[in-house]
């Protein structure tokens, strides 16, 4: 575990003071001279005796797939982020185990409170995402608060998304979009392309071929088609033609 710094942030009454100098008292292990608090003890050796990240993982994994780049929330669910995004960053946060307490633990392991969480720069090849948390814990009975430090890393992991799954066998595709548009020029499909790239549009295509006079879009259930095909309503003027199949 990386440590940063550590801090003791005290709840106790403030110290007292003579002639406008501040008292101060010996650390009960140490003898440093330090502000009087709750536990009358130094930092450095509070932090010795106690344990802020008990409980706290400093390492887990992500999932990300390689063929859309997005990244596995949860069973069956996946999002897309960006790296170093805010997305990312509660993606990461939540699979941290420790940051929240348990119904089975009692008042004695402390209620962890999450100060700051800020990203550290890695190896965009290292396939490791690294955050550094600040968090704050009670330590002891009296009121004493210690605030540390720590970076935590993510192992990110290679597997495939359900819909790039299919993509890769043949006869899975259940829904197909063809758009064709019979003119000269290639102005409005150069158009439609930069539109659906900038809005995500083709997100859940399994695939896509190009003609002379258009495009075919797979996708893999009847509701995905609908939305991409109410996204080209919304963008550019056509005529829709519904035409079903069924096998016996």
Same mark, same amino acid.
């Given at each position: /575990?990386e440590?940063?710094?550590?801090?003791?942030?005290?709840?106790g009454?403030?110290?007292?003071?003579?002639?406008g100098?501040?008292?101060?008292?010996?650390? +009960?292990?140490? *003898?440093?001279?330090?502000?009087?608090?709750?536990?009358?003890?130094?930092?450095?050796c509070?932090?010795? %005796?106690?344990?802020?990240?008990?409980?706290?993982?400093?390492?887990?994994?992500?999932?990300?797939?390689?063929?859309?780049?997005?990244?596995? %929330?949860?069973e069956g669910?996946?999002?897309g982020c960006?790296?170093?995004?805010?997305?990312? /960053?509660?993606?990461?946060?939540?699979?941290?185990?420790?940051?929240?307490?348990?119904?089975?633990?009692?008042?004695?392991?402390?209620?962890?409170?999450?100060?700051? *969480?800020?990203w550290?720069?890695?190896?965009?090849?290292?396939?490791r995402?690294?955050?550094?948390?600040?968090?704050?814990?009670?330590?002891?009975?009296?009121?004493?608060?210690?605030?540390?430090?720590?970076i935590?890393?993510?192992?990110v992991?290679?597997?495939?998304?359900?819909?790039?799954? *299919?993509?890769?066998?043949?006869?899975?595709?259940?829904?197909?979009?063809?758009?064709?548009?019979?003119?000269?020029?290639?102005?409005?499909?150069?158009?439609l392309? %930069?539109?659906?790239?900038?809005h995500?549009?083709?997100?859940?295509?399994?695939?896509?071929?190009?003609?002379?006079?258009?495009?075919?879009?797979?996708?893999?259930?009847?509701?995905?088609?609908?939305?991409?095909?109410?996204?080209?309503?919304d963008?550019?003027?056509?005529?829709? +033609?519904?035409?079903?199949?069924?096998?016996?």
């Amino acid at each position: /575990m990386e440590v940063e710094s550590i801090q003791q942030v005290s709840s106790g009454p403030p110290s007292s003071s003579f002639g406008g100098t501040t008292a101060t008292i010996l650390c +009960c292990i140490c *003898a440093t001279p330090i502000s009087p608090n709750p536990s009358n003890t130094c930092s450095s050796c509070l932090a010795s %005796q106690s344990d802020v990240t008990r409980g706290i993982s400093t390492e887990a994994t992500l999932h990300q797939c390689r063929g859309c780049s997005r990244w596995h %929330q949860s069973e069956g669910k996946w999002i897309g982020c960006e790296l170093e995004s805010r997305e990312l /960053m509660a993606l990461c946060l939540s699979n941290v185990s420790g940051l929240k307490r348990r119904k089975n633990e009692g008042a004695s392991h402390g209620k962890v409170r999450l100060v700051d *969480a800020s990203w550290v720069w890695t190896e965009p090849h290292s396939m490791r995402l690294k955050i550094r948390l600040t968090i704050q814990r009670e330590v002891q009975a009296g009121g004493t608060i210690l605030q540390q430090s720590f970076i935590v890393t993510f192992i990110v992991r290679n597997q495939q998304c359900i819909e790039c799954q *299919a993509a890769f066998r043949q006869g899975t595709w259940k829904s197909l979009v063809q758009v064709r548009q019979r003119v000269g020029h290639k102005r409005t499909f150069l158009y439609l392309e %930069q539109l659906i790239l900038k809005h995500g549009a083709h997100r859940g295509c399994l695939s896509i071929e190009t003609f002379k006079d258009g495009m075919d879009f797979y996708f893999p259930d009847k509701g995905k088609a609908a939305r991409f095909m109410s996204f080209l309503e919304d963008v550019v003027p056509l005529k829709v +033609c519904f035409l079903y199949l069924y096998c016996l």
